[in-house]
Nanobody, 128 residues
């Protein structure tokens, strides 16, 4: 059974930092892209960041570019999201996702419907 488990969320003041982790189990994702999405109350799920199977290519949503960094450790089957200079508008539940297709790249990775596996989410709250 494939599982993605997020951790690292919490409450932080504006300007602070958090590092989210997503540990996968049940299969390896070393040849698959992975991504992060977020959903604020009453709003639709939005793309945050994605990383290709090799880790060479990364993609970011406009609102987080320059502040967030996605990375992966394929040996640990884990993807990370380093979030710096956090703002109150970053408050949301953050979800990790993995694509079942191999070696996917590009704008394809910005769409939640292209991901097959999802974690349960971790709450990030940024106070002003």
């Amino acid at each position: 059974q494939v599982q993605l488990v997020e951790s690292g969320g919490g409450l932080v003041q504006a300007g602070g930092s958090l590092r989210l982790s997503c540990a996968a189990s049940g299969r390896t994702f070393s040849n698959n892209a992975m991504g992060w999405f977020r959903q604020a109350p009453g709003k639709e799920r939005k793309f945050v960041a994605a990383i290709t199977w090799s880790g060479i290519l990364t993609y970011y949503g406009d609102s987080v570019k320059g502040r967030f960094t996605i990375s992966r450790d394929s040996a640990k089957n884990t993807v990370y999201l380093q979030m710096n200079s956090l703002k109150p508008e970053d408050t949301a539940v953050y979800y990790c996702a993995a694509d079942r297709e191999l070696y996917t790249v590009g704008d394809y990775l910005r769409h939640s419907t292209n991901y097959d596996y999802w974690g349960q989410g971790t709450q990030v709250t940024v106070s002003s």
